[in-house]
């Protein structure tokens, strides 16, 4: 089973950045190099939505409305990590961000397996 470990939120200003990293463990690396990943995040009251996506060979990215243009996704499979780095952050931004494999795509049924999430808090 794959298991995944976001790290890298906290509390920020607005305006500032930060990088969010999603490691696979080494036992999980090979499917999880394979694989399409996916950076959700959920608010609180909110359902959990799309922020961006990379495919497994790192040439494809999508992003959400919100985020595009302010937000980079990458991955390096030789570290079995991906990023979401996130600059000029906005109080909207303030949710809990969760990293996914899987086949991939926007939604949230798309993924198989989920890491335990990173509170991204960003204040005015």
């Known amino acids: 089973q794959v298991q995944l470990v976001e790290s890298g939120g906290g509390l920020v200003q607005a305006g500032d950045s930060l990088r969010l990293s999603c490691a696979a463990s080494?036992?999980?690396?090979?499917?999880?190099?394979?694989?399409?990943v996916g950076w959700f995040r959920q608010a609180p009251g909110k359902e959990r939505e799309f922020a961006a996506s990379?495919?497994?060979?790192?040439?494809?990215?999508r992003y959400a409305d919100s985020v595009a243009g302010r937000f980079t996704i990458s991955r390096d499979n030789a570290k079995n990590t991906v990023y979401l780095q996130m600059n000029s952050l906005k109080p909207e931004d303030t949710a809990v961000y969760y990293c996914?494999?899987?086949?991939?795509?926007?939604?949230?049924?798309?993924?198989?397996?989920w890491g335990q999430g990173t509170q991204v808090t960003v204040s005015s």
């Open positions: 990379i495919s497994w060979t790192g040439s494809r990215t």
């Open positions: 996914a494999g899987g086949p991939g795509g926007q939604r949230v049924g798309g993924y198989d397996y």
């Open positions: 080494e036992a999980s690396g090979r499917t999880f190099s394979w694989q399409a």
